[in-house]
């Protein structure tokens, strides 16, 4: 229970290695291993339907996939010390990244989100970000005593703001808004004071009016169309009118796999990505979004108690915010493809079709594994 | 442990991660259970009306149009018959910029004001059923070149083939076969909308109409999976199409045709019919129009054109056209006599020329009366009342008969009533009768209200038609056949109300009225007042025995509200030229009655052209075989 203790005696932050099999050779841990794999493996069923039955897209998934998983081994090797004593480090990089965006980001669709090293990569220094930013704010409160005082809220909310604010204007509102999620959780699970989150919510309901000013035309509409798709229902509106109907027209148990009509004749728009739970409701009904959602369950539950058992508040932090950050990202994306929330280019975590964001998920996993297998002492 | 030397309350923080962690774990779940609600919601609640919508989305029924069924006349010559038109058609919903799309198209075909405005309309119809409406009719080769060569500009167009009617006899066929038109908006209210739902086109006129029911078919229909884009992904299921039924008609277009040279570009009708069957062979009204201007749509400027003419080129003269007898009465009023017995075979009285009603001052002329009073016919009977046309017998015998029996039994011959089966535009003419001058003149029947009547003068009024049915009737001593166009077609109940012709006379009394006739035509080479009256014109080199009567009609009215030069109006107030005949006498083949429009006498200018169309049909016609089962297959 001491681990802030041991890590600061001589050759702290070295971990036993309870050796029980190969697994936790690895640093994994076989629980979440194996929720991890029922979810993809379920996701690259639908995905199959959701493509057409195109192998191709199934294939390219699963590289994906499988670099993902070696991304999440890779950084499982890494012990949680040397992620500590980077994390501001990183977190300034990622700050540097956002910045060199405005003279030297690539523009897509109107929004610098890129970074283009030509040749070498291409990448959206927003990723990196989602993990930072919690990584870093777990370190602060790693040093500070807990619950924090006002001085560590307004210093942790500069930390959040910055970056949130810069991927914002990029402009890119929702990813800004989750890893400013993910920021809050970090803070509200280190004992954010209650009054605090309080009047903090008191606030933003009270700048509503003037953001629903600053916001930008196109998000304001799709605000509006949430709340009813029908004002235009062959333009804003039809996304989210295709995908209610798929998702109704499902029933107990789905049309079966391949017979969606709504997304195999490209009624619902982004069937494999951002709307892919919708192509799931429609093909395999309530039973397949039970499912999918207890495996999900299940999923959060693990990281959770994997958040218990680690042994210092860096670690307890940041596994507890990844899990929770995961859980807004499932949440966010149902919501939005099911008509409760305006639509947001948020993706199904491990079931959507797509690279980056599979990837900075997998690196997440990897800081969990770590976490959760450098340890003394095991509870759970 | 040693938590004395902690530096951190490590106990304390734990408690509130595990506090903050338990409540973030209750708030993922009631989110979790927030989103099971509202996919459950969706699934249960709403899941009849999403599969609706899916399967509304999903799913386009496509009709299919039936192939209208032909017209072919008795030897299967083709009346109408249906030929493709291309048209352009729009899919709304897949044009992109309305405007441009307009200004090329324009451009590329040259559409009028009137085209382009109906493209705006037709446009700007979006309803993301990617349903295809069409917009232009009959594109020519180079508009339809034009356009497919400059596709890529016209996303959403296409030119689509559809079938449409074509009357290949033009306007020689007009007034027999009707046409079809467009269907209207009027109309359109009115119609079964399933049936017509893939046809553009209906029987307005003719027999196009009457028959439109079997011609048309039954509409088909696919049920298409479609996509969001509209494109059709495959034919689900569907009921195909059953086409129209061939219609076969009585129609000789030989005959017709050779009417229509008999006419020679005179105003006039012309209607033959078969005795046996009553299937009409020939139906000509002169001048007509070419019917597959309508089919499309007219122009105003060729509609106005046909509608104000002097011609009246609309107006089908054979079924609608109502003239008086005059002296082609006679043979009927005759008949009704010798039926009544109110004269006998060898009866006869003295022509002085004129007739007087008892009591009465005032003289009724015979045709051949002079002023210096030496006309008449002398000592006439019933058959020399008839080949010489005597006006005084008839005078005698119509006031003998009076006008009860009169009209009574001239309905037997189909006078006064529209007796044809199937041609729903033909008029009844006007049968005059004691009741008939109460209701509609407000005056009594006076005595020589029935003296013109026996010449066929008055107020009695016929059409063509109703002559052609009527000298049927004669040739067939009596046995009435209802006329008709169609072969084969049942007409169940319609033989109710329908005349009974004269069937029940006794034999004898035919002799004198046929044998009248017959010297209408054929007593010649006699001393001057004793031939019969169309035997100079006609009856010298005939090679058939023909019955005939020749009729002088007066003009009833001139239409009012044009003005017509005045050498118009003189040549429009001539008398009507009739003449029915029916031949061979002993067994009838063919039985017509010929009008022409002021055409003068009626032995001098109508007879001639009776005896031109019996002599094609008889002599002439090269027989391709038994007429009544003269069916084309295939299409």
């Known amino acids: ?380 | 442990m040693r938590e004395a030397l902690a530096l951190k309350d490590h106990r304390s923080e734990s408690q509130i991660y595990v506090e903050r962690a338990a409540t973030g774990a209750g708030v993922v779940f009631v989110l979790f259970s927030l989103l099971l609600l509202r996919v459950g919601y969706l699934q249960t609640v709403q899941y009849s009306d999403s599969v609706a919508r899916s399967e509304k989305n999903r799913v386009q029924v496509i009709a299919r149009p039936p192939v209208r069924g032909l017209i072919l006349d008795r030897q299967g010559v083709l009346l109408a018959e249906n030929r493709p038109s291309r048209n352009l058609e729009v899919i709304p919903e897949q044009i992109k910029r309305s405007q441009d799309t307009l200004f090329h198209l324009a451009a590329v075909l040259e559409m009028s004001e009137e085209e382009m405005a109906r493209f705006r309309q037709v446009s700007g119809r979006k309803t993301r059923r990617f349903e295809s409406v069409p917009v232009l009719f009959d594109l020519s080769d180079e508009q339809v070149a034009r356009f497919e060569a400059n596709r890529f500009r016209f996303p959403g167009l296409s030119v689509q083939a559809k079938l449409v009617r074509n009357y290949p006899q033009g306007a020689l066929m007009a007034h027999a076969v009707g046409s079809v038109r467009r269907i209207n908006d009027r109309d359109a209210a009115s119609l079964n909308a399933t049936a017509y739902a893939a046809t553009d086109h209906i029987g307005k006129l003719g027999v196009e109409r009457f028959y439109e029911t079997d011609l048309l078919g039954q509409v088909g229909y696919d049920r298409v999976e479609v996509n969001a884009r509209g494109r059709m992904m495959r034919v689900l299921d569907g009921v195909k199409p059953t086409n129209g039924q061939n219609l076969s008609l009585y129609l000789d277009a030989g005959l017709q045709a050779a009417a229509d040279r008999a006419l020679a570009g005179r105003r006039g009708a012309v209607v033959a019919i078969d005795p046996k069957t009553g299937g009409i062979l020939a139906l000509l009204s002169r001048p007509a129009y070419d019917p597959n201007l309508f089919v499309q749509g007219i122009s105003h400027q060729d509609y106005n054109a046909l509608r104000n003419s002097i011609d009246a080129p609309l107006f089908n003269r054979a079924i609608q056209g109502r003239y008086q007898p005059g002296s082609t009465l006679k043979p009927f009023i005759g008949l009704i006599a010798l039926g009544h017995s109110t004269i006998s075979v060898s009866d006869s009285i003295e022509d002085p020329g004129w007739y007087q009603l008892p009591g009465n001052e005032r003289l009724y002329r015979d045709w051949n009366w002079t002023k210096t009073d030496d006309g008449g016919h002398g000592r006439v009977n019933i058959e020399k009342a008839l080949y010489r046309s005597c006006n005084v017998y008839f005078y005698d015998l119509a006031v003998r008969l009076g006008i009860d029996r009169l009209s009574q039994d001239l309905k037997q011959f189909g006078f006064g009533q529209a007796a044809v089966l199937d041609l729903p535009d033909a008029d009844a003419g006007l049968l005059p009768s004691r009741a008939w001058k109460r209701d509609h003149r407000k005056l009594p029947w006076y005595p020589g209200d029935t003296v013109n009547l026996g010449i066929g003068h008055g107020d009695i009024l016929v059409t063509p038609l109703q002559m052609a049915t009527a000298v049927t009737a004669l040739a067939n001593r009596g046995r009435w056949v209802a006329p008709r166009m169609a072969q084969n077609q049942p007409f169940q109940g319609v033989a109710e109300g329908l005349p009974a012709g004269a069937g029940a006379l006794p034999e004898e009394v035919w002799a004198p009225i046929i044998g009248g006739m017959e010297k209408v035509v054929h007593r010649g080479n006699q001393i001057y007042g004793e031939n019969g009256t169309a035997w100079s014109y006609i009856g010298r080199d005939i090679e058939y025995r023909m019955a005939g009567k020749s009729g002088t009609a007066q003009v009833v009215a001139i239409e009012q509200g044009e003005v017509y030069e005045a050498s118009m109006i003189e040549e429009r107030k001539r008398k009507h030229a009739w003449f029915i005949a029916f031949a061979p006498i002993e067994d009838p083949k063919i039985a017509l009655a010929v009008l022409l429009e002021n055409g003068g006498g009626g032995s001098e200018n109508a007879a001639p052209v009776a005896r031109e169309i019996i002599d094609y049909y008889l002599l002439e016609r090269a027989d391709r075989g038994s007429p009544d089962v003269a069916m084309v297959s295939g299409r």
């Open chain 1, 1 to 380: 229970m001491s681990g802030d203790f041991v890590r600061r005696l001589p050759g702290g932050g070295r971990s036993f290695r309870n050796h029980r099999g190969a697994f936790t050779w690895f640093n994994l841990d076989p629980w979440l291993m194996l929720i991890l794999l029922s979810i993809v493996g379920f996701g690259l069923v639908v995905l199959h339907s959701a493509s057409d039955g195109n192998w191709e897209v199934v294939a390219a998934q699963l590289v994906r996939l499988g670099l993902g998983f070696g991304l999440m081994i890779l950084i499982a090797q890494i012990p949680p010390y040397f992620m500590l004593r980077t994390a501001p480090l990183l977190y300034g990089l990622g700050l540097i990244l956002l910045l060199l965006i405005y003279p030297f980001g690539t523009e897509v669709n109107g929004s610098r989100r890129w970074l283009r090293v030509p040749g070498v990569l291409n990448f959206q220094p927003s990723e990196l970000m989602k993990l930072f930013l919690p990584m870093v704010l777990a370190w602060y409160f790693h040093e500070r005593h807990l619950p924090p005082g006002l001085k560590p809220v307004v210093v942790s909310c500069l930390l959040l703001v910055l970056p949130a604010g810069l991927i914002i204007i990029q402009p890119d509102l929702g990813t800004g808004l989750m890893i400013a999620t993910s920021g809050f959780l970090v803070l509200i699970l280190a004992g954010l004071p209650w009054r605090y989150i309080l009047r903090g919510s008191v606030l933003v309901l009270i700048s509503a009016p003037i953001l629903w000013l600053v916001i930008k035309d196109y998000q304001r509409g799709r605000i509006l169309t949430m709340f009813d798709p029908e004002r235009d229902p062959l333009g804003a509106g039809w996304n989210i009118i295709q995908s209610k109907i798929a998702i109704g027209s499902g029933g107990f148990s789905g049309k079966g796999l391949l017979n969606g009509t709504q997304s195999h004749l490209d009624f619902l728009p982004e069937s494999s990505t951002d709307f892919i739970i919708a192509v799931l409701a429609e093909e395999l009904g309530f039973l397949g979004v039970v499912s999918l959602l207890v495996l999900y369950g299940l999923f959060i539950l693990r990281g959770l108690m994997m958040s218990l058992n680690a042994q210092d508040t860096f670690g307890r932090l940041l596994c507890g915010s990844i899990t929770f950050t995961f859980s807004v990202y499932v949440f966010v994306n149902i919501g939005m493809v099911s008509g409760i929330l305006p639509v947001v280019g948020v993706p199904l975590p491990l079931v959507s079709y797509g690279g980056t964001a599979l990837l900075t998920l997998f690196a997440g996993f990897g800081l969990m594994m770590s976490i959760h297998s450098h340890r003394r002492i095991t509870l759970l």
